[in-house]
């Protein structure tokens, strides 16, 4: 009730500001707040967005929806941007580009869920580069009606422009900073009886996960330099670096504290020369390093590097007439992915009198396996225009030449499973110990995984041709066209069509119809994956004093892939534009069909009968994902002048009807079941082909999936600038959504079966803004912000035991000059 009060009365005061004397429509060609899905400049100068990311500026885009696992209230210094989902397909299968160049992330983007993964793995963003918005002029979002130009993806296109020479010499400096200080933990809503609950509290409390800090601090500087030599050259350079660090305490058991850091850095070098036949030409150099501390409180010799060291290379061709367009590029990008760790040697014990630096019942001494991962490409692309009375042609090519390389440390071994100690331990035997854990009888570690350090290596040539014509007819505009490609990889050949048509009833009014075939990305981990599992082995002992015996030895890979076809979307969009005096009403409709997706699932499930019986993990097409996306906006086209405030909203809704059996490549729908194959204490075994959803019974492959899963929101944008004052209100109110909680059902004596009951979770106002101040010195423009989230410190449920962040304050200080 509090938080509704103060809501109103907040409107009110706006509404006072504004609703005074006569309005007039201030007729000027003033950019919108979004025109066209188009970001521009002054727009991202201008929204709140502390960690200065991509997906941050996408939220008020109707038909995108987030993964915000990495906004928890116990985890704010992180300075990762979230996964995103357009029109509902998978986040991995989008495609971020940076002036046209891809920049997305193919070795394994829904891998590992965590950085501190033991098994030589750890996730690595599907945007491959953090970009810094600061060195961008614009971003750009194609979400539908996406021409042939722009292939590998089923979500959409976001590329990233970034920014240009000056004229004249000029430049900027700014800082920003928020820290733990300036933000408010909320904290879930636990029962005392539910430990789980209370442990994820206590482990945020007192500083032991491996992540999280009660005490941090955010750094946000940007530095540019720009101008032109002579009439033909200009030259920019732009550094930017985000950075967040933590204060943790060494171990459990004393009060001295040690920092660690993530760093995001971006350097650009970009040169524009003018040729003497007007043509451009811009090489231009990107290095984006970044770095990640983590040093586990809670392990012993608990310390890890994560490190990128990403580097876009390219020459852009461009030149234009009135009869034709030319605009290629050739360029050379490497995205590099490491962990460094002081050891990759790992031993999990049973917590004990001299294993006795962690507060659970499991003690970890040692890191993770050291692991490189690297990405390199080679690309050359060629876009043509030709431009006729009543229509464009638009033709081009792509060539990609791509080489994957991954090697885990030769060194590398887990050792793991604490037994009971019977007799003594041999001497030299690093994971045996005589202590008080098994009532006094020591323990010792029966299993060892071990790596044999193999260079893995992927190649792939990627070849793309596209062809469309755009005309005109009377107040018809149609655009028919087509995409071909093919990779030598899976050897797939894919043919998607693009047709567009158009209909102007007047200048104001225009509907737009169209059917487009996307087809998606193939990442290097269904073959990746595959090669990692062929050199690992497993062994093991049943005593202390017997010598380590192999099991398993994967020469052949425990994950394999069928021949697998390239996921697509087909979708059918619609969209309604009408605008009545100085408003712009659009309503579009979006039916994205997902086919052809893949996911993982156990050879009985394929029909596969394996040669020597033992079951093995395919990758297969087997996933399928339905959306309806229904979006709504409302935005004034020119500044709206009142007593010499100029306003700007934008009023944008959206509802979505999905259903989809994935999450991403790594789900197996069975997995649970067909691994609980030994009967219960009491007898019983789970049901092999059905589950129960919400009390009905449904095949296990029908069993929605629940991510990115909010079925409509509501958002408010507005703009307010009077002389040197800027006043921007983002509110954004999110219908609850649903989460799944699992228990047995009993059948009867000898079967019981996996259930599923939803939980729905509250639907919340988030209240977001921020206040700019602007003043001339000289010749020097200066200015000071201050962001407030989540201004209303709503508590947001972000899944079981967590919540999204609170109430947060960021400001930053900045000149142009």
Known sequence: ?????????????????????????????????????????????????????????????????????????????????????INGSLFYQNNFTLDGISITNDIDPAGSNTALDDKGQFSTPSQGIFLNTNILDNIELLDSFIPARYGNFTGGIINSKTKNPSKDFSGYINFGFTSSKLTKTLYPDCDYSDKSCQARISTYENDLSNTSSKTWQKYNSNFALSGKFNEKLGILFNFSDLRSIKTKPSNTFNKNTYKIKNINQNLLLKLNYITNND?????????????????????????????QNNLISKINLFYSNDIFELDSNISYSKLNYNRKSDTSIMKIWQSSNINNWSNSKIAKEGSTTKVNKEQNTLSLDFDFKYFFDNNTLNSGFVFDKTSIKHQIDPSAAIYARATKLTGDCLANDEACLKDNSFNNSGQFLSTLLKYDGTLHKIRQNYYAFYLEDEFNYNDFTFRFGARADYNDLYNNFNLAPRIKASYEFNDDSKIKLGYARYYGRMPYAYILNSMISSSNQTYTRKTAQDSWKLIADFKEAKMSNKKLKTPYDDEIAFLYHQKISNFNFDFKYVFRNSKEQIMT??????????????????????????????????????????????????????YTIHKKNIQDYTTDLFSLLDSSTMPDKNGRVYDKENIMWEGKVIKI???????FSKPWTLRLATTHK??????????????????????????????????????????SILYDLKFKYEQKIKKVDTYASIDITNVFNTKRPQGKYSVLQGRAFYFEIGANF
């Open 279 to 307: 043509y451009i030409l811009t090489p231009s150099i990107f290095y984006a390093p970044s770095f990640e501390q983590y040093n586990a409180s809670d392990n012993k010799n608990g310390y890890y590097e994560l490190n």
């Open 722 to 763: 009077y002389n040197n004052f800027t006043l921007v209100n983002f509110i954004h109110y999110e219908a609850g959504f649903d989460y799944e909680n699992s228990y047995d059902y009993i059948l009867n004596d000898t079967t019981k079966m996996k259930a599923y009951e939803v939980t729905h979770q509250k639907s």
């Open 601 to 654: 699932a156990k050879s009985k499930r394929l029909g596969i009968i394996e040669a020597d019986g033992k079951e093995k993990t395919y990758y297969a097409n087997i996933g399928k994902i339905k959306n309806h996306n229904f979006s709504l906006t409302l935005a004034n086209a020119n500044n709206i002048d009142i007593f010499g405030i100029k306003n700007d909203f934008a009023l944008i809704a959206n």
């Open 1 to 85: 009730m509090k938080k509704s009060l103060i809501f109103i009365l907040l409107s009110k005061y706006l509404l006072a500001q504004i609703n005074v004397g006569e309005i007039e429509v201030f007729n000027t060609n003033s950019t919108p707040i979004i025109e066209n899905n188009i970001y521009n400049k002054e727009f991202l100068n201008n929204i709140t967005n502390a960690n200065k990311d991509i997906s941050s500026i996408l939220k008020y885009n109707p038909n995108v929806s987030f993964d915000v696992s990495n906004n928890s209230s116990f985890d704010g210094a992180n300075i990762k941007p979230d996964n995103i989902s």
């Open 701 to 707: 492959e029908n069993k929605p999936i629940l991510n």
